[in-house]
């Protein structure tokens, strides 16, 4: 019987999640015994035509991370969409738009004027800006489309599963795949894989006491107390909005969780979530202090959608 | 045809609900723009219900309670009054209105002020005009 085929591919995205693949070690050895990788990018010569000649649905299993930012990852989703069995949003920017979501809180123009024109360190002689279609003696020049927004990828394409993740941790990638190997049923289409059903506050060995919050502060302005759950002490950790399955690795190096792991389920939106639990813990009863309290926490759409973004309810920002 | 706001209010049970019911029996006239969504206690309204409405289509949200210290559950409404804000804040960096959420205490016994506040609110959002954020395209009327 020929193995299985595996790919892989990378959209926009940081290359960390490829990294976390191969941080299981000496078990992707494992992997390539037990499947034909048929397309990674990354690590392995493919092009894009040697998808494009395959039968549909000749890839078993194809992990697919990063967001969707320009008409090249739309069009890549769609082929790997035809060509696999199953599709697997892997890491956070695959399945809720990740660190690139957060382009969204600008516009596409204002992007592209920081960058090529008004950003300290560019130099621009001539104010351009970049184009799909560029002429050259050789003949024309076609480069992918910027999106106005990023999507995550279940916006483009039907998704069978999520491994959240920034990375996906190594032994949870591994569980999977394990999982996969070992011939049992699958999940129900649309199952979250290689996590916990809980938040991180479930897997985090901190002591936890009443919470009443008189001040936010940033994890640089003071030296947090490492037995001491974060949230008593003022620091914003998105713990209770945010899935488990990493087994709390941040706060376990006395830095809060940033949510990576996305919503815990049943959970439509992790921003909404995280007001929800710290509405709870500020200690005041008067608008002026809450209003007070609340003007020490910097950047909270940054900081409750660092990964979610474009998965959240509203998305983006529009400019009125 | 000319705008009509849609908006949604929670009520909570204990005081503003009765308050808006002691509106309409005392025959005072408000605006039939809210609809009304009672809840157990203002503290009830999880931040996602309030960020639904807005995908959903609603152009305004009112969420009504009890006066502080007035809770039927003690520190409900305390909680409510903490999350009204923090929201303002967060849809305001969505490029919401921040006006377009209103928080109001309304007792069993003020049925004029529940008016007031419905009336007033209406005209608000009606100088704002419908919400114009691209995730918020489905309309009430489709639901």
């Known amino acids: ?320 | 045809m000319a705008f009509e706001p849609k908006i949604i209010g929670f009520l909570c049970n204990w005081c503003s609900y009765s308050g808006a019911d002691l509106a309409g029996v005392s025959r005072i006239k408000s605006a039939p723009n809210v609809r009304v969504i009672r809840t157990m206690c203002s503290g009830r309204v999880d931040p996602t219900f309030i960020l639904k409405a807005f995908q959903l289509g609603a152009d305004g949200v009112v969420v009504m309670g009890c006066h502080p210290g007035d809770c039927h559950y003690q520190e409900g409404n305390y909680k409510t009054m903490r999350r009204i804000p923090f929201l303002k804040k967060l849809i305001k960096d969505f490029g919401i209105e921040p006006e377009r959420l209103r928080l109001e205490w309304v007792s069993a016994s003020e049925g004029d002020r529940y008016a007031t506040v419905v009336n007033e609110f209406t005209e608000e959002i009606r100088k704002l005009g419908p919400i114009k954020h691209p995730s918020c395209k489905v309309k009430l009327e489709q639901i």
């Open chain 1, 1 to 320: 019987m020929d193995k299985p085929k595996l790919a892989l591919y990378w959209a926009a995205s940081c290359g960390g999640c490829e990294i976390a693949v191969l941080d299981i070690q000496e078990k992707i050895l494992d992997v390539a015994n037990a499947f034909d990788i048929v397309f990674w990018p990354v690590a392995m010569d493919f092009k894009y035509d040697d998808v494009r000649k395959m039968e549909d649905k000749s890839i078993d299993i194809c992990l697919f991370n990063g967001a969707i930012r320009n008409s090249e990852n739309e069009e890549i989703a769609h082929l790997l969409r035809q060509k696999s069995k199953v599709l697997v949003a892997f890491g956070s920017c695959a399945y809720e738009g990740g660190i690139p979501g957060l382009a969204n809180l600008s516009t596409k123009e204002e992007m592209l004027n920081f960058v090529y024109k008004e950003s300290p360190s560019t130099i621009s002689n001539n104010n351009g800006l970049p184009q799909t279609h560029y002429k050259v003696n050789e003949g024309e020049i076609e480069i992918p489309e910027l999106y106005e927004y990023v999507k995550p990828l279940k916006d483009v394409v039907d998704v069978d599963y999520y491994i959240p993740g920034c990375p996906p941790q190594p032994e949870q990638i591994w569980n999977v795949i394990e999982y996969i190997l070992s011939g049992k049923p699958l999940p129900p289409a649309g199952s979250v894989l290689g996590a916990g059903d809980k938040t991180c506050c479930d897997e985090c060995p901190r002591e936890r006491k009443e919470k009443k919050i008189k001040e936010f502060h940033r994890p640089y302005e003071i030296i947090p107390n490492p037995d001491e759950c974060l949230l008593d002490q003022g620091i914003i950790c998105m713990g209770p909005a945010t899935r488990s399955g990493c087994g709390a690795l941040c706060v376990k190096a006395n830095v809060p969780c940033r949510g990576c792991y996305g919503a815990p389920p049943n959970c439509l939106d992790q921003g909404a979530k995280m007001i929800s639990a710290l509405s709870s813990v500020i200690d005041a009863h008067s608008p002026e202090e809450i209003e007070q309290i609340l003007g020490t926490i910097t950047d909270a759409v940054g900081t409750f959608y660092r990964f979610s973004l474009p998965y959240s309810i509203l998305k983006r920002r529009v400019v009125q």
